[in-house]
Structure formats: structure tokens, C-alpha cells
């Protein structure tokens, strides 16, 4: 009896590690990515850089994601905006807090914050009618 017991009690253990693990590599292995609306008070103020905070809201349909920094990875704060390419007020904004356009690619830009310890990017897929604005920080290592 107890060589019984000790069997279902290693089967339920094996079990439970194996939902944890599961569920670790479902909802990305802990990396920390938060997508979230303005709404979601809480990781709204603590997320969301001042620069993200203050852009215009091109569209109705946006949401916000933050990714935290990793290795040499940098820690991104984003907003994504649907059904639109207008970026003119974007760029409006950016010049208006002392931003400079640093280089631009095809449907790409890339500024600088007025202190330039911030890379802003805004992307625009006209096929897709989105548009990210995309603030990156420096590495914890560079600071």
C-alpha cells in the first residue's frame, strides 16, 4: 500500500511540474512582455515612457506593449496603431519635445530624444494600415 501511495504522489508531482512547464513556455518562458491598454491604470504609469505618454493617438485602435530589457537587448516601450499611416502629428509631436530626425528608410524613422538617450523609431505599413511608435532604452549596462 504505501509503495502505491508513493507512486500516485511522484505521478501528481510529475504532473504539476509538467503543467508549470507548460505554462512557462506558453506564456514566453517569463520574458516579462506586457501588452496592455491605457485602461490597465497600473501598467499604463509604470510601463509606458513620458514620450509614449504624450504622443497624439493617431487612431482609435492602438494598444501599448512593453518589452523589458534582456542581455544586451534593449527595454522597448511601444504603442501600435491600427487602421492608420497618417504619422504627420507624430512627427509634429516629436519635433515639438525637442527631437531630431536622425535617418529614415522606406517607411521607417529614426529620432533621437532632446537629451539622446532615447532611440525613437516609428514604423509604418501602409499594406497593413498600422503604425508603431517605438521608444528604446539604452541597455542597463550602458548607463
Not at 501511495?5 to 511540474?17: D, P
Not at 512582455?33 to 492602438?62: C, H, M, W
Not at 537587448?73 to 512627427?91: G, K, M, N, P, W
Amino acid at each position: 500500500m504505501a509503495t502505491l501511495y508513493r507512486l500516485l504522489q511522484t505521478l501528481v508531482m510529475g504532473c504539476l511540474i509538467a503543467v508549470g512547464l507548460l505554462w512557462w513556455f506558453l506564456t514566453g518562458s517569463g520574458a516579462g512582455i506586457e501588452f496592455y491598454t491605457v485602461e490597465e491604470q497600473a501598467l499604463y504609469e509604470t510601463l509606458t515612457d513620458d514620450i509614449i505618454k504624450g504622443a497624439p493617438r493617431i487612431s482609435t485602435n492602438y494598444r501599448f506593449v512593453y518589452y523589458p530589457p534582456q542581455g544586451s537587448v534593449s527595454e522597448v516601450s511601444a504603442v501600435y496603431f491600427e487602421d492608420t499611416t497618417d504619422i504627420a502629428s507624430l512627427r509634429d509631436y516629436l519635433i515639438s519635445i525637442g527631437c531630431t530626425l536622425d535617418r529614415t528608410e522606406v517607411n521607417v524613422e529614426n529620432w533621437l530624444s532632446k537629451d539622446k538617450t532615447k532611440a525613437i523609431t516609428i514604423f509604418v505599413d501602409p499594406k497593413g494600415k498600422t503604425v508603431d511608435l517605438e521608444i528604446r532604452l539604452p541597455p542597463p549596462w550602458w548607463r
